[in-house]
């Protein structure tokens, strides 16, 4: 059963930085590709960015570029998010998803995780 968990969501003030990890299990084959999404209240959801298995970030969402780091462990099955410089309008439940295969450089998502909150005060 493939499973994605996040972790290390919480509120913090503006400025400050977190670390999102996302626990992934159960898979037969590594996900060609994974990513990070994010959806706030009463918004749609928001594509963050995307790594590949080889390692590469076909994409960061303009909203996040400078600020954000995608980055992937192979050997514990595990991708991050470092997210520093927090603004409050990065409030939002951030998700973990991964996919079989690729459009461009987005994942086509198969999987998803349920997701950690973060909380961004000014």
């Known amino acids: 059963q493939v499973q994605l968990v996040e972790s290390g969501g919480a509120s913090v003030q503006a400025g400050g930085s977190l670390r999102l990890s996302c626990a992934a299990s159960?898979?037969?084959?590594?996900?060609?590709?994974m990513g990070w999404f994010r959806q706030a209240p009463g918004k749609e959801r928001e594509r963050v960015v995307t790594?590949?298995?080889?390692?590469?970030?076909?994409y960061y969402a303009d909203s996040v570029k400078g600020r954000f780091t995608i980055s992937q462990d192979n050997a514990k099955n595990t991708l991050y998010l470092q997210m520093s410089s927090l603004k409050p309008e990065d409030t939002a439940m951030y998700y973990c998803?991964?996919?079989?295969?690729?459009?461009?450089?987005?994942?086509?998502?198969?999987?998803w995780g349920q997701g950690t909150q973060v909380t961004v005060s000014s």
């Open positions: 998803a991964a996919g079989s295969s690729m459009y461009g450089v987005f994942c086509r998502n198969n999987y």
């Open positions: 790594i590949n298995s080889g390692g590469y970030v076909g």
């Open positions: 159960g898979f037969t084959a590594r996900p060609v590709c």
